[in-house]
């Protein structure tokens, strides 16, 4: 007995699992959907995160942005020292580079958008209707059509927007911009058409022109707020923005336009980490719990088994044995279980309404209305050691208490 191996006394263990199959299955059943549940919730995280910057990205940011060093951000400045000067020829050297997918002028300008006695603030943008880089607004059309590059009098705003003012395709209304010379100008604009994309506070606040008419507009003369920049892979944004820096000229990848974004998940990860905590201490709860009914149930096993030479390690080892056994079985049923609930999650995603996708945190995090799910081989991989190791840990105690049983008051139990 005294040199009984790992093998032997795994063949120990499992077959005392055995003995109460009702508490080992539930308790098979309780790290299973511990599992599946970590599963599920790292890769619902993980679609909010990814899903939120890739909105951002591709609605906003783009993966590079070139603009005049001057240009502030917050201001949203029309001034013309702080705008880029020929902004055709440095979107056509940008889409020149390995890499780029495309590259486009953008304006933006701060505006009031008026129909009859309702006024709400937006932001006005203006785009060059041809460009690939809006083939996300241009998909996201739900009524009417989208613009036309020499369209001197249609706007294009947010189906959202839309019904909070009580207009549709075809109505008219007022928009006022402060000028690059800081003066308000005004003008009436056609709607053209209603775009949906499911980012509600982007939907709600945001309007297009054709570039030509809002350079006309705010009278910027032929310049731009910015040259947008889509890559066809994000981690080569670093390398195409110090190939495109230049004096006085500011050159910003994705990690530093969303910079706001990042710090606020970075900061989030120690909730998230709770989260899975509390979940894994339900399990190791669970675990202690079913070793320890088992420790009392066979205390006079216990006490044979030292009796005929079985070290208190080798009992300990046993019962790690028996809690490791239940914590891999269920640690593989929760990936698979899991894994079909994040397929189901990232293919039909997770409603989670227009009433929260438009909360206060969307002025930052570009939720759409559905959230779907994104796999995660590293956080799962890291999840299941987790977990395995909360397992064994929540069965030191039960083990060690039938370690240190003596075989003369064991066998007077019961």
Do not use: C
Request: proline share 3%; net charge negative; charged share 20%.
């Amino acid at each position: 007995m005294g040199k009984l191996s790992i093998g032997g006394l795994w063949m120990i263990a499992y077959r005392d699992l055995g003995r109460n199959r009702r508490r080992s299955a539930l308790t098979l059943v309780a790290v299973t959907l511990g599992m599946a549940l970590l599963v599920v919730m790292s890769a619902l995280i993980k679609g909010g995160i990814e899903g939120s910057l890739d909105n951002s990205i591709r609605l906003q940011t783009g993966h590079v942005q070139v603009r005049e060093e001057s240009y502030d951000e917050d201001e949203v400045s029309l001034e013309w020292e702080d705008l880029l000067n020929d902004p055709q020829g440095l979107a056509t050297q940008a889409q020149a580079l390995e890499s780029v997918r495309v590259a486009t002028p953008v304006l933006w300008a701060n505006g009031m958008l008026t129909v009859r006695d309702q006024s709400v603030g937006v932001q006005v943008v203006g785009i060059d209707p041809l460009s690939e880089a809006h083939a996300p607004i241009r998909d996201a059309l739900t009524a009417g059509e989208f613009l036309a590059p020499d369209d001197r009098s249609g706007i294009l705003i947010g189906k959202r927007l839309a019904e909070s003012l009580g207009v549709t395709e075809g109505s008219q209304v007022s928009l006022m911009v402060t000028t690059a010379d800081q003066q308000p100008d005004q003008a009436i604009f056609t709607i053209r058409g209603l775009y949906s994309t499911g980012v509600a506070s982007y939907d709600e606040t945001t309007v297009f022109l054709p570039l030509s008419k809002a350079q006309a507009f705010t009278r910027a003369g032929e310049r731009a707020s910015a040259i947008r920049i889509l890559l066809d892979d994000r981690e080569k944004a670093e390398a195409l923005a110090v190939a495109l820096r230049a004096p006085e000229r500011s050159v910003l990848n994705w990690r530093e336009l969303n910079k706001v974004f990042l710090q606020v998940m970075e900061q989030s990860d120690v909730f998230m980490q709770l989260m899975y905590l509390v979940v894994l201490a339900v399990v190791a709860v669970v675990i202690a719990n079913t070793l320890l009914m088992s420790v009392f149930e066979r205390t006079r096993e216990m006490g044979i088994l030292a009796a005929l030479g079985m070290k208190g390690r080798q009992i300990l080892v046993m019962f790690l044995l028996e809690a490791a056994t239940l914590g891999l079985a269920g640690i593989v049923l929760g990936i698979v279980l899991g894994g079909l609930g994040v397929a189901y999650l990232a293919t039909v995603g997770l409603p989670i309404g227009e009433a929260a996708a438009a909360g206060e945190a969307s002025n930052i995090i570009t939720y759409g209305n559905i959230l779907y799910a994104r796999f995660s081989p590293s956080d799962t991989v890291s999840l299941s050691i987790a977990e395995l190791m909360i397992t064994l840990l929540a069965s030191l105690y039960p083990a060690w208490l039938a370690a240190r049983l003596e075989p003369i008051d064991a066998l007077r139990a019961l």
